[in-house]
């Protein structure tokens, strides 16, 4: 059996490195990206896979179909142009984040996996993390109440039209007005437009009294 | 000092640039991420360049109206950056994304392996998941659409074999194969799942084998079941050919007729087509036209066989009922048109396929209820999934549209007053529309909006 490295090497130029650097590049940004818009980390870390999986299966499918089709599947990649993997790593990361959002946007709509992840992350709140388990505000009540906040901001987020939504959990997950603008495809001179109305809606969503609600937790500190 | 007020978008860029000096918020994880962090806005972007900075900050300075703006835009974005942040983790570290960059070599992995196992079966016929004969390689493809790779059937397994036979004549009709059908992943990949369902749904009533075929089940409606792949990868489902022998009467490539006619006469029904007004600008409104032609798999179960399998998975408690050994499950798998438009660069753009409906019979001594229930009741099936099947109440004539959950979104809608399902990819990359209309299956996908499709969908006449 071939391995991964392996499919990648057979047609073309060291494709599994540059798939590593990538994945070491961009994994630690977007889990934080995945965990602002579900606030559960396993979760975040499973879309993230879940997006590299797609890069990779992306990329092997375009070198198939390489020699015998052009590239032409906009499902892999979109517009025309080499293939994805191919391409720089902004558009790849463009690419990224924009299946990350989508993932979990998605995961966000699904009733049934949010109920089951409210339970899981009221199980592992107080065992995911052994600093936090001997912390009282992590106790048992207190999970089922950062379960609940973490659920209204969630429910908040949800109502955002999907630009600004987009732009805000982008924005706030540390990338650049150019990255944003390079995901969404939109100009960079609209980012702030997109960020200032999302972030009044988002407070309007979750207000302040609903923010109290949560952890009051001082900026700059672990919460 | 610029006399007309900055939009609060160019503020609110301008509140950010402005930031990593005196406004900085540093996120739990020590990374600047918060609202207020000052991204790298280079000259590349003109828009906001730093003149534009100066100019805002001189404006700013002197107008109230402006400061208060200013003061709303960075109240918002203080809350929202307080409010993420604390129901957010740390990122990754090094050796966490180095883990996971592991498990994600080991997941490629495994999806190789699964190419390799799937590999002859997609090269029989994706188009419509026709066997090829083989009792394995129809195992694995029955057990592929309902697997944790089930939306991307085409994807793995067809490409994850690729290198091993990057030339041969096999690759390059297979090659096709996939590009069809990675595009019609979502309403035709809808039917193949399907159909491995109704394998598991279709109940043959007690019958002579003599008797022949006789449908129990004919698909006269569609229904949605979703499954989580990642509890489906751990089971594996169904493995059929663990259970008996699975024979396909023959191989099924679709092959490319001349026109629309042809196909209409090899399939047995009239072909629709679509008004086309309806299609996309800059698609062609002369189909490419390909067929496949229907075939027959049948399932013998057999005691023996299945014993094995169950002592495999430390099962030794479950047995294959008597009745049911020697019984054969038959699915007879229609013949299936479809046309593709291609686009200005000659690929296709608008697909749309046509099948009549699936029909399941039995032979042997076994009745409906039984095989029903033993099949439900497979320890590989997930309790939700069992549980979404077992409650069609109609199951014999509904056929299920597995969806995998984390994938694919779906809404129910109506095609021309028939009831249907809209299907999205949940990268936000494809659509498909799927329904059932006087006895046929019929799908139209394409990388559009949903709304385009349903109109391709209601001009097919």
């Known amino acids: ?223 | 000092m610029t006399t007309i007020c900055p939009d609060p978008g160019r503020l609110r860029a301008w509140l950010d640039r402005k930031g990593p000096a005196d406004k900085a918020v540093e996120a739990p994880n020590g990374v600047a991420s918060a609202a207020l962090m000052v991204p790298a806005v280079t000259a590349a972007s003109p828009a906001i360049s730093t003149l534009d900075d100066h100019a805002v900050e001189d404006h700013v300075v002197a107008c109230d109206a402006c400061q208060q703006t200013l003061g709303a835009l960075e109240r918002d974005a203080d809350h929202t950056a307080r409010v993420l942040a604390a129901h957010a983790g740390s990122p990754p570290t090094v050796a966490e994304t180095e883990a996971a960059l592991s498990r994600l070599h080991g997941t490629l992995a495994d999806d190789t392996l699964a190419g390799v196992m799937n590999a002859s079966a997609m090269n029989a016929g994706a188009l419509n998941c026709a066997p090829t004969g083989s009792s394995d390689a129809v195992g694995a493809q029955f057990i592929a659409p309902t697997h944790a790779n089930a939306p991307t059937h085409a994807n793995a397994p067809t490409h994850a074999n690729t290198p091993a036979h990057p030339s041969s004549s096999a690759g390059g009709e297979r090659s096709s194969i996939t590009v069809l059908w990675q595009r019609w992943r979502l309403p035709l990949g809808g039917i193949a799942a399907a159909l491995a369902l109704v394998l598991t749904l279709a109940t043959p009533e007690g019958q002579a084998a003599a008797a022949g075929f006789l449908a129990q089940f004919r698909s006269q409606r569609l229904t949605i079941v979703t499954f989580d792949p990642s509890q489906a990868r751990q089971t594996g489902l169904f493995r059929f050919e663990q259970l008996g022998t699975v024979k396909n009467n023959q191989t099924t490539r679709p092959v490319d007729v001349a026109n629309v006619q042809e196909a209409a006469s090899k399939a047995g029904f009239p072909v629709l087509q679509p008004d086309p007004a309806t299609l996309p600008a800059g698609v062609s409104r002369t189909p490419k036209v390909r067929f496949s032609p229907g075939s027959e798999t049948r399932l013998t179960f057999d005691e023996q066989k299945a014993r094995a399998y169950f002592d495999s998975i430390n099962r030794k408690d479950l047995s294959l009922p008597d009745k049911l050994h020697g019984a054969s499950l038959v699915v007879a798998l229609p013949p299936i048109v479809m046309l593709e438009y291609p686009g200005t660069d000659n690929k296709p753009s608008v697909m749309i396929g046509e099948a009549r409906e699936v029909q399941v019979g039995v032979e042997g001594n076994a009745s409906l209820e039984e095989i029903r229930t033993f099949l439900l009741g497979m320890p590989n099936l997930p309790p939700d999934l069992a549980r979404q099947l077992r409650s069609i109440q109609d199951w014999t004539s509904t056929l299920p549209i597995p969806v995998p959950i984390d994938k694919m979104t779906w809404q129910e809608t109506k095609v021309a007053g028939a009831p249907g399902y809209i299907l999205n990819d949940n990268t936000g990359l494809g659509s498909g529309v799927i329904w059932q209309r006087d006895g046929r299956i019929l799908g139209v996908a394409g990388p559009m909006k949903a709304t385009d499709l349903r109109r391709i969908a209601e001009s097919l006449k």
């Open chain 1, 1 to 223: 059996m071939l391995s991964v490295a392996e499919h990648h090497t057979a047609t073309s130029d060291r494709p599994a490195e540059r798939f590593d650097d990538l994945f070491r590049q961009l994994y630690p940004r977007l889990v934080p990206l995945a965990d602002r818009l579900l606030g559960d980390r396993a979760e975040a870390e499973d879309i993230v896979q879940e997006a590299f999986l797609r890069l990779a299966r992306t990329g092997q499918r375009e070198r198939f179909d390489r020699g015998q089709h052009a590239p032409d599947d906009a499902d892999a990649h979109p517009g025309a142009g080499p293939p994805l993997l191919d391409r720089p790593d902004e558009v790849v990361g463009a690419w990224l984040r924009r299946v990350v959002l989508n993932l979990g946007v998605n995961r966000l709509r699904d009733r049934r996996r949010a109920a089951a992840r409210a339970v899981r992350a009221s199980q592992l709140d107080g065992t995911l993390d052994p600093e936090r388990s001997r912390d009282d505000t992590f106790s048992p009540p207190h999970a089922v109440l950062r379960a609940e906040a973490r659920d209204e901001v969630r429910a908040a987020l949800s109502a955002l039209p999907e630009r600004q939504r987009a732009c805000l959990l982008l924005r706030h997950a540390g990338h650049s007005y150019a990255e944003i603008a390079a995901t969404l495809g939109i100009a960079i001179g609209s980012v702030g437009v997109y960020l200032a109305r999302g972030e009044r809606a988002f407070r309007a969503a979750y207000t302040p009294d609903n923010a109290d609600a949560g952890p009051d937790t001082p900026r700059g500190t672990t919460p």
